[in-house]
């Protein structure tokens, strides 16, 4: 008889798994914002089996089990594009050569973005030229051009990223006599992205609740995925504290304390930085008066943090999903 009042007070689409879970259960339970989940259905077709009234989403146990394959292999460093793929077709595709926040794969096979694949593909083989002859003037003009052209998201997801991985395996498959280009490359980027600006108008989003954080994990050297989202929120004109790679500790919860900031995303590129002890303590600092304490809310970026979901903390699989939640934050 108890049994028979849950099953009433639940109402249709709210508990059983026949009904499916709402968008918003499914996201927490991933770790991932709502926004990522209907970015997802939109470009990739990972959308729920169950649409109650035509309108409201249910994600049914197939859905949900697609989602999770597909939050672990974009952890693991797979292009957001051929995730979805393997994950609606139940393969594990090889992790790439390089891993990042990105959404873009090799020169030859770009298919979305804000750059049409053409001119895409054209843009990274200029640059990817300019890289191998070691023309430094030209590959900072190209990046410049691109960045201003473009903006910093697509210039990172469609051309850095994609010729980043083409040189990559170029020296690979020659040895190592190619290792100067990836580094001059790499170089250039991390300059052009310092240098990127904000809105020259007013409009930013609000930042009443405090700057973006942005750091490495203790022991994590690989900063160049950071230095990207910091370059995209600087371009909103977001309030932010960048501290780059390999930040100890307590000199991170001491900046967490000082600054109260919104929120603090920490980048992790391998399981064996990934501090998951140090992220649950910086999600539970408080500040503020008594009964009116602030928390920040935890972006766990990169490949590192692949595994189990962290409780509370966001794990945002691409730039673009990272940007878009640090955007709805400063703006609640």
């Known amino acids: 008889m108890g049994e028979s009042r849950s099953d009433e007070g639940r109402g249709p689409g709210t508990g059983s798994a026949e009904a499916g879970v709402t968008t918003g259960a499914l996201a927490r339970r991933l770790g991932v914002s709502p926004t990522t989940l209907r970015s997802w259905d939109r470009r990739y077709g990972l959308g729920p089996a169950i649409r109650s009234d035509g309108r409201h989403r249910r994600w049914a146990?197939?859905?949900?089990?697609?989602?999770?394959?597909?939050?672990?292999?974009?952890?693991?460093?797979?292009?957001?594009?051929?995730?979805?793929k393997a994950a609606k077709a139940g393969l594990d595709p090889a992790p790439p050569e390089v891993t990042s926040w990105a959404d873009g794969d090799d020169p030859g096979s770009l298919t979305s973005g804000a750059l049409p694949p053409a001119d895409a593909r054209q843009e990274c083989k200029g640059l990817a030229r300019a890289a191998v002859r070691l023309d430094a003037p030209s590959v900072d003009d190209r990046l410049t051009s691109l960045v201003t052209r473009h903006g910093v998201v697509a210039g990172w997801e469609d051309v850095m990223v994609p010729t980043l991985h083409a040189v990559g395996r170029k020296w690979e498959s020659a040895g190592d006599r190619y290792v100067e280009v990836e580094h001059l490359l790499s170089w250039h980027i991390s300059r052009v992205l310092h240098r990127a600006s904000g809105p020259a108008g007013p409009g930013a989003p609000g930042t009443g609740?405090?700057?973006?954080?942005l750091a490495c994990v203790p022991g994590e050297?690989?900063?160049?995925?950071?230095?990207?989202?910091?370059?995209?929120?600087?371009?909103q004109g977001l309030l932010t504290r960048m501290f780059g790679a390999a930040v100890p500790p307590e000199a991170l919860i001491a900046a967490v304390r000082r600054l109260g900031p919104v929120a603090v995303v920490l980048w992790s590129q391998t399981r064996s930085t990934a501090d998951r002890p140090l992220a649950r303590h910086i999600a539970a600092t408080t500040w503020g008066i008594k009964g009116a304490r602030a928390q920040p809310a935890v972006l766990l970026g990169g490949p590192g943090w692949a595994g189990r979901a962290e409780p509370g903390m966001l794990r945002p699989p691409g730039l673009r999903d990272a940007l878009t939640t640090l955007l709805d934050l400063a703006e609640a």
């Open 61 to 84: 146990p197939r859905d949900v089990a697609m989602l999770e394959e597909m939050c672990r292999l974009t952890s693991a460093g797979v292009a957001p594009a051929e995730a979805a």
């Open 209 to 213: 609740g405090g700057p973006v954080v």
């Open 221 to 235: 050297q690989h900063s160049l995925p950071l230095e990207a989202l910091h370059a995209a929120l600087v371009e």
